[in-house]
């Protein structure tokens, strides 16, 4: 599946966007591969400087939605702390000028994209 059609999420679940979206944008699966997104949900209580702690069954669903729906390759190196999609090769071709912006300041997070991208609300990626 191509980067650029990854945005389009074809099986739904309630409880990734709640729990994912509730503090970023509920990143569809097909941007990581199915061992990255392992890797993140095995380390919520380190979530790239937070503790996003689940319950175990919530953890584990979502977890299962992830893997099932995600990309066939693995975009990173597995000795990497926690894989970001705002490191990806993909990402830093296709987000140019937003990384601009933020080295200046004028958008807060890479992970923000609706900063740039308006209409990428949750809402947005349904198919």
Known sequence: MARDKAWKVGEEHAAWRAECGACHIAFPPALLSADDWRAIMARL????????????????????????????????????????????????AKHRSAIRLWRKGQIKSLADCAACHKGADLEAIKE
């Open 45 to 92: 209580d380190r979530h790239f400087g937070l503790d996003a702690s689940l319950d175990g069954t919530k953890r584990q669903e979502i977890s299962d939605y992830l893997a099932r729906n995600g990309a066939g390759e693995r975009l990173f190196d597995p000795r990497e702390e926690l894989p970001r999609i705002t490191r990806s090769d993909w990402f830093l």
